[in-house]
């Protein structure tokens, strides 16, 4: 079992709950190889459509982001975290994932992402957790995975040394309850009737596709289309 790890930053709650994740996967699944990236001080796509048109490796930013995106295809389980900053995704975490866009579902997906599990987590002072762990999942969704687990924690703080005991306690039994069901699933997700309906559309999309002939030419070389 292959998990990666991409985190906003190497500190904070955020942080730990995913810190937490691992180690109770790595418990009952002690064969668990995990990597793990800090997406801090990443720069935002600059829109220059290179990745669509000319090909994912003429992006400015390629160096940056590709090792992580080839981590993510060689994984069973991608972690994405990321604070709550005024209600959404942190920065860093929002420019990595502008990247990924290549790889959605209109444009080139991996056939390797079929099968995995992805798994949102957030912190938050008081509100908007939910609402990260949502747009992380839209990700995961985009990206033709498979199943999904969203963990947002409201910790009333704003540091985790000092979040109440009670709370940590609530958050580890929450954190467990999903290992468990990570360590069950992986290797045998399969993806929604919903997600597979899209990509089934989309083969009509790429058949008539003259604007990014790159992606026309990558759903041939799949055999997704003639
Ligand atoms: C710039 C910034 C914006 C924040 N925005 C919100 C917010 O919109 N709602 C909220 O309840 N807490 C907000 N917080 C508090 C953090 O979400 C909270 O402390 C979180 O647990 C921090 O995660 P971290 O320790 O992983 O950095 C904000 C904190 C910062 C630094």
């Not at 975290?81 to 866009?101: I, K, N, V």
């Not at 290992?179 to 997700?189: F, Y």
Request: charged share 25%.
């Amino acid at each position: 079992m292959k998990i990666v790890a991409i985190h906003s930053k190497k500190t904070g709650s955020t942080h730990a709950i995913s810190q937490m994740l691992l180690e109770e996967i790595r418990r009952l699944r002690p064969d668990a190889e995990v990597s793990e990236f800090s997406v801090a001080g990443f720069k935002p796509c600059v829109g220059c459509f290179s990745c669509f048109a000319k090909g994912e490796e003429t992006c400015p930013h390629y160096d940056s982001v590709h090792p992580l995106i080839t981590a993510m295809e060689e994984s069973d389980v991608v972690v994405l975290d990321s604070p709550t900053y005024c209600m959404g995704m942190s920065g860093a975490m929002r420019s990595f994932t502008e990247h990924l866009g290549y790889r959605w579902f209109a444009h080139r997906p991996h056939p390797a992402m079929a099968g995995k599990i992805g798994v949102a987590i957030s912190t938050t002072g008081s509100m908007g957790a939910g609402g990260v762990t949502k747009a992380l999942k839209a990700q995961f969704f985009g990206l033709g995975m498979a199943k999904y687990f969203r963990l947002g924690f409201a910790v009333m703080g704003f540091d985790w040394k000092d979040i109440n005991p009670k709370k940590k306690a609530r958050i580890r039994r929450v954190v467990r309850r999903t290992a468990r069901k990570i360590a069950a699933k992986s290797g045998k997700a399969k993806r929604g009737v919903y997600l597979r309906l899209i990509l089934w559309a989309m083969r009509f999309v790429q058949q008539r596709n003259t604007w990014f002939p790159l992606d026309r030419q990558w759903w041939q070389d799949q055999g997704w289309i003639k």
